[in-house]
């Protein structure tokens, strides 16, 4: 599966995904209804194959979001960014999607499937973007070897085939990788911005800082770049003037929560790499060239192969 990329994840990529023989998901963001509507109908217009759409699920707008979705017949909905109720999951399933959606913990997994999810996503703290506490690794002992009902993908810090193999071999159903595909001939990344990703290695993707816990944000993994020490800056500001009584605490949260506000947009479309927000999974440093959508995807399936043939030949001490 291709990772739901804001920016990144648009029509021309998800289509080369899934044209490439994987899974291509569209990445909704901040869309309106209407705007995700048009998405849905380009990206059905270059590929003939199945292809999702990502859905934050505290978007103001969902239900216009999910309407745009049944609209274009999507086959698959992923729901992102929250626990979806089960009347959205059922929703979706009534008018014949399947729902994907993502378990940060084997309990809420469990909760997922009673609700109706067809799949589940587990997530570590090694993607890019918004991430949770706990590593890809330690959520995949988890909920793997409990979670047979549905099949599962693994998702976060995922660069290479042999990684891959591994966790189909746990149980996994797949995949998800975005950081990889940032750097795809198909996408439309700003050059300066596929340019970072090149260069940056593992050490250089970093979540991002809270100062205050009365303050919370929540964590993002991004390259680092001049908007971290600002964004830290920031927070000193707000927090001094929330301390000397200028703001309330509901302001100065807001106010701290505004400053990557397009941010991404800056970095992804503009080439703004020094104050736009370079979000990118550890897996950064295994992106090392452009290349072309389906030349990732067979990378990817031949090291996984190879990885599986081997075992074979160790096992049967060949």
């Not at 990144?8 to 899934?18: C, G």
């Not at 589940?120 to 009902?149: C, F, K, W, Y």
């Not at 966790?167 to 990788?177: F, K, P, V």
């Amino acid at each position: 599966m291709g990772g739901a990329m804001t920016w990144v994840s648009e029509r021309t990529l998800v289509a080369a995904i899934s044209n490439g023989g994987g899974f291509g998901v569209l990445a909704s963001g901040s869309m309106p209804p209407a705007v995700l509507e048009a998405e849905i109908a380009a990206t059905a217009a270059l590929t003939d194959r199945p292809f999702g759409v990502n859905l934050i699920v505290m978007h103001p707008q969902l239900d216009g979001l999910i309407d745009a979705c049944l609209a274009g017949r999507v086959s698959h909905v992923v729901l992102a960014g929250g626990l979806p109720s089960a009347g959205v999951i059922r929703r979706l399933k009534d008018a014949g999607a399947r729902v994907m959606c993502f378990a940060p913990a084997l309990v809420i997994a469990k909760k997922l499937v009673r609700s109706g999810a067809d799949a589940l996503i587990i997530e570590g703290m090694e993607a890019g973007g918004h991430i949770g506490p706990v590593s890809t690794s330690v959520l995949a002992q988890e909920i793997l070897p409990d979670m047979r009902d549905v099949p599962v993908f693994v998702a976060g810090g995922i660069g290479r085939g042999e990684l891959i193999a591994s966790y189909l071999e746990m149980g996994a159903a797949g995949c998800q990788l975005g950081t990889r595909f940032v750097c795809a001939t198909e996408s439309i990344a700003h050059p300066r911005f596929k340019q970072a990703f090149i260069r940056a290695g593992a050490r250089d993707a970093m979540p991002s800082v809270q100062l205050d816990p009365r303050f919370p944000v929540i964590p993002v993994r991004a390259l680092v770049n001049d908007a971290t020490q600002k964004f830290l800056e920031a927070q000193r500001r707000v927090i001094d003037r929330h301390n000397r009584g200028e703001i309330n605490q509901k302001q100065a949260q807001l106010e701290i929560e505004h400053f990557w506000a397009g941010a991404l947009r800056r970095a992804v479309i503009d080439g703004d790499i020094e104050t736009g927000s370079m979000m990118a999974g550890q897996s950064v440093g295994m992106v090392t060239r452009e290349q072309p959508t389906r030349e990732i995807l067979m990378e990817l399936v031949e090291q996984a192969v190879s990885a599986l043939v081997e075992r074979q030949r160790i096992g049967a001490g060949t």
